[in-house]
């Protein structure tokens, strides 16, 4: 019997499992947002809050962005995508950590932009990351695909090189503890071609 890999699209009550595959495709990055809701007294977990976050209607990169990859029944992986909107010109970043993220966003307004794409450890190497990434592609219909990874993810940036990606821009980013590994932004996009 052989493993069968099934894309979905994500339903509200994935919400929870949607929270944490992003945050695995952030590398903590979107624990660390979230947690300002604990900070606050909104929440009791950063991943509660992620939660929420994932279950709004109407906010771009939640559940109705998502598209669920499923192996062999299992939750395997997800890719967040929508399309960048003019709006994104007049965001004001709730931190300084956002800043530089926002400043590389509006370079690819128009374009088809992959929030996240995060596969489980125990399932990477078996192409799902390849075929969320192809799914997303195909959703943009021949327009502009663009993204932003870390500096430092040779794994992600080698999968977006040999699926015709290129670098854009970069940014600096900016630190989340005193001692964060220093990295930058990368702004990578695919142009449809012929």
Avoid at 133 to 149: F, N, P
Wanted: charged share 25%.
């Amino acid at each position: 019997m052989t493993a069968a890999l099934r894309l979905r699209a994500a339903q509200r009550r994935d919400a929870a499992e949607l929270a944490i595959l992003v945050d695995i495709a952030s590398h903590g990055f979107a624990t660390w947002l979230w947690h300002g809701a604990v900070m606050r007294g909104v929440k009791d977990t950063a991943l509660e809050q992620g939660r929420s976050r994932m279950m709004m209607d109407d906010e771009p990169g939640a559940w109705k962005d998502a598209t669920c990859a499923e192996w062999d029944g299992e939750m395997a992986g997800v890719s967040i995508g929508y399309d960048l909107e003019d709006s994104v010109r007049d965001m004001v970043a709730p931190h300084p950590v956002i800043k530089p993220l926002l400043d590389l966003q509006v370079q690819v307004i128009g374009s088809r932009f992959i929030d996240s794409l995060g596969v489980y450890r125990h399932h990477r190497g078996k192409g799902i990351g390849r075929a969320l990434l192809a799914h997303e592609i195909d959703k943009a219909q021949g327009r502009q695909v663009s993204l932003i990874t870390e500096s430092h993810n040779q794994t992600a940036l080698a999968l977006y090189a040999a699926s015709g990606f290129a670098e854009q821009a970069r940014l600096p980013a900016v630190p989340l503890f005193e001692d964060s590994k220093r990295h930058e932004w990368v702004l990578l996009a695919r142009t449809m071609t012929e």
